[in-house]
């Protein structure tokens, strides 16, 4: 069983940044291929940015150039460095993990942006 625990969520103006941290359990965390997603009350869980092992990176079309993903192994962290953030980006924020075939997510942070 692996543990995800995020943090970093909180009430920003539109423009402003946050960065968001996932810390995963297990000792194979280099192998997790990490990912964050999001949710909006009523809405399907939506796909943010993914990083796998060796690095390999995807954004959805509606962040790119405006959130980073990035991992540290040593760490066992996955970050989100979410920058000028719009009303739109408001969720909750959800990290998942991918060990082979087993899929876990944490408990999930709330982003609301709002001036």
């Known amino acids: 069983q692996v543990q995800v625990v995020e943090s970093g969520g909180g009430l920003v103006q539109p423009g402003g940044s946050l960065r968001l941290s996932c810390v995963a359990s297990?000792?194979?965390?280099?192998?997790?291929?990490m990912g964050w997603y999001r949710q909006i009350p009523g809405k399907e869980r939506e796909m943010v940015g993914t990083?796998?092992?060796?690095?390999?990176?995807d954004y959805a079309g509606i962040v790119k150039g405006r959130f980073i993903i990035s991992r540290d192994n040593a760490k066992s962290t996955v970050y989100l460095q979410m920058n000028n953030l719009q009303r739109e980006d408001t969720a909750v924020y959800f990290c998942?993990?991918?060990?082979?075939?087993?899929?876990?997510w944490g408990q999930g942070t709330q982003v609301t942006v709002s001036s």
């Open positions: 998942r993990v991918l060990d082979a075939l087993r899929l876990y």
């Open positions: 297990g000792s194979r965390f280099s192998a997790y291929h």
């Open positions: 990083i796998s092992p060796s690095g390999a990176i």
